[in-house]
């Protein structure tokens, strides 16, 4: 499985924007991965935030961050983005950057094998 390592996250205002990075190690990503962004806060759920075909252009978000999130590749630097933008401080908590081997979109953390550690964003009001 590819190793995953998220940054970029911080502390910003509300308003504000932050660009997350999901970079592979180990291996590349391949055709057939599917990347997605999910986000936990202590004491609840895992949630889905977007996702994207590596081998492909289609992406797929969270009613709760269309508009104002966008998921991108550089294949080049085999790396996924996750630009936000007009954050709120609902957004505030940790992001994770996940992988999976199937090239079936998805929006179920137990349908991704890989995981990267995870990084704080914080939105101050």
């Known amino acids: 499985q590819v190793q995953l390592v998220e940054s970029g996250g911080g502390l910003v205002q509300a308003g504000g924007s932050l660009r997350l990075s999901c970079a592979a190690s180990g291996r590349t990503f391949t055709t057939y991965n599917i990347v997605g962004w999910f986000r936990q806060a202590p004491g609840k759920e895992r949630e889905f935030v977007a996702t994207?075909?590596?081998?492909?252009?289609?992406?797929y978000y969270a009613d709760s961050v269309k508009g104002r999130f966008t998921i991108s590749r550089d294949n080049a630097k085999n790396t996924v983005y996750l630009q936000m933008n007009s954050l709120k401080p609902e957004d505030t908590t940790i992001y994770y950057c996940?992988?999976?081997?199937?090239?079936?979109?998805?929006?179920?953390?137990?349908?991704?094998?890989?995981w990267g550690q995870g990084t704080q964003v914080t939105v101050s009001s």
């Open positions: 996940a992988a999976r081997d199937i090239f079936r979109m998805s929006t179920s953390p137990s349908d991704f094998g890989s």
């Open positions: 994207i075909k590596w081998g492909g252009s289609s992406t």
